[in-house]
């Protein structure tokens, strides 16, 4: 199936064809019909299965239909997501299938001076992106009125729950007109989510696509059984592989991430960390200096990570392995985009095997382990401290470090 069977406009073809896309991807398939027939709906998918352009392409189509004329726009629809990479990349979305389309759109969050948002808005526009903290700030200050929305998004709304933000969502209910159409999505749907989606939509139409199991399937997997205190060798042994042109590393907690920047930075090898602890223009800057690949390792707690899309992003390393193991499928997430071939890589310790056996139950497969690496796992009583280092092979047996990540093709998937 092609873009042109599912009766999109042609400015939007004439964008979406610039951008490189020419086979809608599942959700895209399902949702862009719907959304286009004016139907609430409830999307049960995550980032990075195209679930962007799923309701913003219907959306810039059905605000095309009837732009307004006035000399002062009216925000028409309003995208709420959780975190503030997320609501610029949306925005980016927006601008990019809606360039030859004449509506505006424009982003605000928190964390940044709130002026060059306020002058955006007050210069008028279509489509608003937020984040719930400085959504309803604006709002309270008079920069913001909803009065105008007829199509209303709630994006990631299991993180929205996750991330406490369930009162300011309730709170932009109360505002937002009860006339509207409302699409609802989120990665997973359990009862409090669905109880949410039901005080929302209005007979929504589910449509559902398998992110588990296509980013499961699409991204090679592999586990490194090691001790704790060999992590960061093993990280620097792993990036000697020139074939890893840029990495997303993930940890636990912010000062985890800032010490393994430290460590990487000392080898030369370029390093950020993007976490809740750093300026909002800090963590734009990490994110594009890694997207122009000037930044070799990004190191990321989840909150951060959440929603990163870099395109062609082929690694994703999780320093620690997480405790929920949805969290490893959205981290894993991160590359496999949109069909691209991606490789996770863990690196487990004595006391994370439990978390590895509850994501291979999760995602109904086992991940293969790589025996053959120069810190193997010998102390397998997590409570004793580990001596950095005390069963480090001599690296020549290794020489360079190709081996250390087994080839795609060798292994069975
Ligand atoms: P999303 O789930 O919206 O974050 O999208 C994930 C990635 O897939 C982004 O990098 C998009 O640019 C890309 N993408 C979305 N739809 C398509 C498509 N139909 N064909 C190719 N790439 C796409």
Do not use: W
Not at 365 to 379: E, S
């Amino acid at each position: 199936m092609h873009f042109e069977s599912l009766n999109i406009i042609e400015p939007i073809l004439k964008s979406l064809k610039e951008e490189g896309y020419t086979i809608p991807t599942p959700i895209q398939v399902q949702a862009i019909p719907i959304v286009l027939q004016g139907t609430d709906l409830i999307g049960c998918a995550q980032t990075g299965t195209g679930k962007t352009a799923a309701f913003a392409v219907p959306i810039l189509q059905l605000l095309s239909r009837n732009k307004s004329f006035d000399r002062k726009k009216k925000i028409r629809s309003l995208i709420v997501t959780p975190t503030r990479e997320l609501a610029i990349q949306i925005e980016e979305s927006f601008k990019a299938y809606g360039r030859y389309t004449g509506l505006t759109c424009t982003v605000v969050f928190g964390g940044v001076n709130q002026n060059p948002q306020t002058r955006a808005l007050q210069n008028g526009v279509d489509i608003l992106v937020a984040t719930p903290g400085r959504l309803l700030d604006l709002m309270n200050q008079g920069f913001i009125s909803l009065k105008d929305i007829e199509i209303f998004v709630l994006d990631e709304a299991d993180r929205m729950l996750d991330m406490g933000f369930i009162h300011d969502v309730r709170r932009l209910l109360a505002v937002l007109p009860q006339k509207r159409q409302s699409l609802f999505f989120s990665a997973t749907m359990p009862p409090e989510i669905v109880k949410l989606a039901g005080s929302i939509v209005y007979k929504p139409v589910k449509v559902e696509v398998t992110p588990s199991a296509s980013t499961v399937d699409i991204v090679d997997q592999f586990v490194y059984f090691i001790d704790r205190g060999n992590k960061n060798s093993l990280l620097l042994e792993l990036l000697k592989d020139e074939k890893i042109k840029t990495a997303l590393v993930f940890t636990r907690t912010k000062y985890g991430a800032d010490k393994v920047v430290r460590v990487l930075k000392k080898k030369n090898i370029t390093a950020e960390a993007i976490h809740g602890n750093k300026a909002q223009n800090a963590r734009q800057k990490a994110l594009s200096g890694f997207k122009a690949q000037t930044t070799r390792v990004l190191v990321a707690t989840d909150i951060a990570a959440r929603g990163i899309d870099v395109d062609d992003l082929e690694y994703v390393i999780n320093f620690e392995i997480p405790n929920i193991s949805e969290t490893y499928v959205h981290r894993i997430g991160r590359t496999g985009r949109a069909g691209a071939k991606g490789t996770a890589i863990s690196f487990c310790d004595a006391e994370e095997k439990e978390y590895l056996r509850d994501i291979e139950k999760l995602i109904t497969k086992k991940i293969k382990v790589v025996q053959d690496h120069p810190f193997p796992l010998i102390d397998n009583n997590p409570v004793k401290p580990v001596k950095q280092q005390f069963n480090k092979r001599t690296p020549n047996r290794f020489g360079s470090s190709k081996n250390l990540i087994p080839d795609r093709r060798n292994h069975n998937r």
